[in-house]
């Protein structure tokens, strides 16, 4: 019998575990949640949309050995939802969330458990690099500060002194350091999403600049998570029937 899988996706993590779970002989789907108009996708099969909440995440496990929840570090609500349908449905679930960012020498962290909180402590008047994604512009509309807001699709709403900037990352080193110093970024504010796409992070640090950094949010309680496709791999073979 082939071991069938059900990815939560839309990371990068996701994507190569798909394609090593193809290659392994496994009946893939992977679920995006369709909040991006283009995005890459996995190999195997794709289903685009939500699951209508915990119940019909719960319906859709009927014909699903294993559940992996390879979503965003930020997808908490997504996690949540996993962690219910996977209990009520007796389903293994496997967590993949790749390991957040350690400060080094010379960076200028400030850690702060929200999105509402980096917007409470960016200083009056501040350029801001805002890397959060489009759906965590709306924390700092009301904050008094210019705004570079970068993301893969336009916000619904801006700042007052906002420009945009639509590209899709990881970002190289030296674009980091050009960006940061052509538009005259004296804040940089970014989610602990770990990965890639640390490069603006190297550049701050160069540059002496302060980074409010959004801490994860937590696993639901019991859940565990394993932080490489290679883990996800040998669990599935311990799981899969």
């Known amino acids: 019998m082939t071991p ?4 939560l996706g839309g990371t990068a993590e996701a994507r190569a575990l798909a394609s090593r779970l193809v290659d392994g002989g496994y009946a893939v789907t992977t679920s995006l949640a369709g909040r991006t108009r283009h995005p890459r996708l996995p190999s195997g099969e794709v289903r685009t949309g ?3 909440g915990i119940e019909g995440l719960a319906a859709a496990l009927d014909d699903v050995d294993v559940l992996v929840d390879a979503t965003h570090p930020f997808a908490a609500a997504m996690t949540e939802h996993a962690a219910a349908a996977a209990a009520r449905t007796a389903t293994p679930l496997v967590v993949l969330r790749r390991p957040g960012w350690t400060a080094g020498a010379g960076d200028r962290w400030t850690r702060v458990p929200s999105l509402e909180a980096a917007a409470a402590a960016i200083p009056a008047g501040a350029r801001v690099l805002l890397a959060t994604g489009r759906q965590g512009v709306g924390a700092f509309l009301g904050v008094d500060a210019w705004f570079l807001v970068r993301a893969i699709e336009a916000p619904d709403a801006l700042p007052p002194r906002a420009e945009v900037v639509l590209a899709r990352g990881p970002f ?3 674009d980091e350091r050009a960006l940061l110093d052509r538009r005259r970024i004296d804040v940089v504010v970014a989610k602990d999403s770990g990965g890639a796409t640390e490069a603006k992070l190297v550049a701050a640090r160069e540059r002496r600049l302060p980074v409010l950094l959004v801490d994860r ?6 859940v565990e998570a394993v932080e490489s496709v ?3 791999l040998v669990r599935l073979d311990q799981l899969a029937p």
Do not use: I
Request: glycine content about 22%.
């Open 4 to 7: 069938r899988v059900l990815v």
């Open 50 to 52: 939500g699951f209508g």
């Open 172 to 174: 190289a080193l030296d």
């Open 217 to 222: 949010p937590p696993l639901p309680p019991g």
């Open 230 to 232: 290679g883990e996800v």
